[in-house]
């Protein structure tokens, strides 16, 4: 929903308005800085929060890449781990996936909370840039006319305030207000629903290996991923809207045990549990990125369920694309970026989807209770292990490195 013009309490001007400091937002924010293009960041949540709410892990080499040309996240490919293969665990058995090898490319692993802290301090602190944590009540006004406006209430005075602004860029993640203003074509969503939990974990515990571990095991799936040498995520298949009190200490390390044991598998250091939710495994993709003066980047535009752990990393995307588009329109008056922004994003959005949907079917079959969806999903993990170009192209998909066209 988009609001009429509202009476300007406390007018300021600015070329763009962020609307949310996750990833996609933040990335946009440092790279109009770096080209002195003014903005404006509005954040519901404090500084605080954002920089320690866990959540992601896995970054794409390339994404890494694009941080680092913008000068984003310095140090960061020395800080995060890299790495450079996976393990499949089924039938008792463990099936190594050398995806550097097999492609060159790797994985760097850098908690989310840690990437928002170096680029909030990025942002605020070393490029200057203007940001406002704990506004209330975002509204968006005038999108389809070239003096759009942004009103937030003001958390210190209550009072509502508006920045008029050339471009809005819709960066406020799945629960926020920028989607809802788009006209209902554009934001008419395909979405997919996949008829599954998964319990997310983080436990006070090292890794138990030295790679991402994916269980496939017929009583549902179970996924390791280290985050840091002190902390280590899980996953567990559970059924979608189940309680996450249904899921005690004992039951967690003993389904782990179940479904992430295999021959020669190193046992599982147990920790406390510093996070435990449920996730209702769905994806959902608006029909365009883009309308009138705003653009939306992230998963404010399209969420993708954490099975292949894309979400951040197609977060980034957008924001490398918005922010360059943004910055050569602004400044030089090239409006192509903007143009082609929608369709280019959505490209390797859907690629993404199509993997996670793909990779998805090889998780969850075995333990659907359809003989016949577990006998692909059974196919489907035999052909990596048997084909050498079924292994590359998983490797390609799963590290973002095949060109989306
Ligand atoms: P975010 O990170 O949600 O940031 C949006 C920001 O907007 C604020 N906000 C508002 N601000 C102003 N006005 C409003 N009305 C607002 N409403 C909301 C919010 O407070 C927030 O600060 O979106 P962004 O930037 O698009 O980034 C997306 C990523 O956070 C997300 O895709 C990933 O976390 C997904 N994801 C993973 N992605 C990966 O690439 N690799 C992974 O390993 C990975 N693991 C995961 C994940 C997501 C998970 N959960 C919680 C669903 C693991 C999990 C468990």
Not at 17 to 46: F, H, K, M, Q, Y
Not at 256 to 269: D, H, S
Not at 397 to 402: D, E, K, P, S
Request: aromatic share 8%.
């Amino acid at each position: 929903m988009t609001f009429p013009s509202p009476r300007p309490a406390s007018a300021g001007r600015r070329p763009v308005v962020v609307v949310g400091a996750g990833p996609a937002g933040l990335t946009v924010g440092n790279i109009l800085r770096a080209a002195a293009v003014d903005c404006l960041v509005l954040e519901t949540e404090s500084r605080k929060f954002i920089e320690t709410r866990p959540r992601a892990g896995v970054i794409e080499e390339w994404a890494v890449r694009g941080l680092d040309r913008r000068g984003l996240a310095p140090g960061l490919p020395a800080r995060a781990q890299a790495h450079e293969e996976c393990e499949f665990r089924f039938g008792g058995a463990r099936y190594r996936l050398p995806y550097r090898e097999l492609t060159g490319r790797h994985h760097y692993v850098y908690p989310q909370p840690l990437l928002v802290t170096d680029l909030v301090r990025e942002y605020a602190d070393v490029r200057g840039g203007d940001i406002r944590f704990g506004v209330r009540d975002v509204r968006l006004h005038d999108l389809d006319t070239d003096h759009p406006s942004v009103s937030y209430l003001c958390p210190e005075t209550g009072e509502r305030q508006v920045v008029h602004c050339d471009f809005v860029a819709g960066c406020d993640g799945a629960r926020g207000v920028s989607r809802r203003a788009l006209p209902p074509e554009r934001a008419r969503l395909a979405r997919h629903d996949y008829g599954i939990g998964w319990v997310a974990l983080l436990a006070e515990a090292p890794p138990s290996a030295d790679c991402v571990v994916f269980g496939v095991h017929p009583r549902g799936f179970a996924g390791h991923m280290a985050r840091s040498p002190e902390v280590t995520r899980y996953y567990l298949q559970c059924p979608p809207g189940d309680d996450p009190a249904n899921w005690p200490h004992e039951r967690v390390w003993s389904e782990l045990r179940e479904r992430l044991g295999a021959a020669g598998a190193a046992p599982l250091a147990e920790g406390r549990l510093i996070e435990k939710r449920v996730l209702d495994m769905h994806s959902y993709v608006v029909g365009s990125m883009a309308s009138g003066r705003l653009f939306l980047a992230g998963d404010a535009a399209h969420l993708t369920a954490p099975i292949a752990a894309k979400g951040m990393n197609l977060a980034l995307h957008d924001a490398f694309l918005l922010g360059d588009a943004l910055v050569a329109h602004l400044t030089t008056g090239d409006a192509s970026g903007l143009a082609g922004y929608s369709a280019a994003c959505l490209r390797r959005v859907w690629d993404y989807q199509e993997f996670s949907e793909w990779l998805s079917g090889i998780y969850h079959g075995t333990a659907s209770g359809d003989p016949y969806h577990a006998g692909t999903a059974l196919a489907r993990l035999r052909r990596l292990f048997t084909s050498p170009a079924a292994a590359t192209a998983f490797a390609e998909q799963y590290l973002g490195a095949a060109a989306a066209f």
